[in-house]
């Protein structure tokens, strides 16, 4: 693991204690593994022996990378209040980056529930306990083997206190089944996941709600009917914008918005009203497209192939 000294932001950023940015960010972080066989979970393509090669060093490049980025995205100010994220393994990668990587000094508290995805990877929620006090959480089970699907991603429900929000601020984190190769079957299952989703919505109505995830889909997806009757989307929505605002993910020479962050009617006046993409540097390769960890089953020593989305709640 690389040991140097961490860039002065980060020192900047310890001793910041007074602007609060209450910054909610979510990432898709590409199959953060660690190194070690778990004998329930499909993983066996992320060992140090597997068709990965997922070594240490690698792994340990990957949370320091993610570290960075994190640290950019707080820019000059405090550090994101919440930070959402998909495809983590398990709590030894959120234990390793909180506690082992620089991202130590942002001392985060995490959430994660271990769900029953074959592969093993979850959603999750860093937290600054310094602008938010966590109240309760819990997972949210799709029903997927119980009508015949492949198990998939429980739904992290969370909630608690910030200062820029009255009342209890819930935070709803979502990593939907992947449209690839799916066929009929696969879009059943998607259905059923934004059923499962919008049933918790429901249960939400007329608090103060913020949706976040990788739904693999477009903000013109049929499955965001449903969901826009409750959640109002900051993402942009008209082909025009989309296009100049390029998106999070690139597959087949276009840019998309896989990635989504969405208020309840009541959030409107208390946040921003679109997203920021992360597109720093670090995370581009030499095309200017997401410098991802791996293409297929080869190493490309990159960062992650989303790039992170971002909306500030407004100082009341």
């Avoid at 605002?245 to 309840?264: C, E, K, M």
């Amino acid at each position: 693991m690389c040991r140097k000294a961490f860039p002065l932001l980060f020192l900047m950023l310890l001793t910041c204690s007074e602007a609060r940015a209450q910054r909610i960010v979510f990432w898709n972080v590409e199959n953060l593994f660690d190194c070690n066989d778990d004998s329930l979970k499909d993983d066996q393509q992320f060992l140090p022996e597997g068709s990965y090669r997922w070594t240490r060093g690698r792994y340990w490049k990957k949370l320091d990378n993610l570290s960075k980025t994190i640290a950019a995205i707080a820019g000059d100010d405090a550090w994101p209040m919440i930070v959402g994220m998909c495809e983590v393994e398990n709590d030894t990668c959120l234990r390793d980056l909180t506690r082992r990587s620089p991202l130590r000094m942002a001392r985060y508290a995490y959430i994660h529930e271990e769900g029953p995805d074959v592969r093993g990877i979850d959603v999750a929620m860093l937290y600054d306990s310094t602008q938010f006090q966590l109240l309760g959480h819990e997972a949210v089970r799709i029903p997927s083997a119980e009508l015949g699907y492949r198990p998939t991603r429980d739904i992290l429900h969370a909630w608690g206190q910030c200062p820029s929000v009255p009342d209890t601020l819930h935070l709803v984190v979502v990593h939907l089944p992947s449209r690839a190769g799916s066929g009929r079957e696969g879009t059943e299952h998607r259905r059923l996941a934004v059923k499962t989703l919008c049933d918790l919505l429901d249960e939400l109505a007329g608090k103060k709600v913020l949706l976040m995830g990788d739904f693999n889909a477009e903000p013109t997806d049929k499955i965001f009917r449903s969901i826009n009757q409750r959640m109002k989307s900051l993402v942009p929505q008209e082909k025009k914008e989309l296009r100049r605002a390029q998106g999070t993910y690139f597959f087949r020479n276009v840019w998309g918005f896989l990635d989504h962050i969405l208020v309840s009617p009541s959030m409107l006046g208390f946040v921003e009203k679109s997203v920021t993409v992360g597109k720093f540097p670090l995370l581009l390769n030499e095309q200017g497209t997401p410098n991802r960890t791996f293409q297929g089953p080869v190493y490309k020593g990159g960062i992650s192939d989303h790039l992170p989305i971002w909306v500030d709640l407004l100082s009341k």
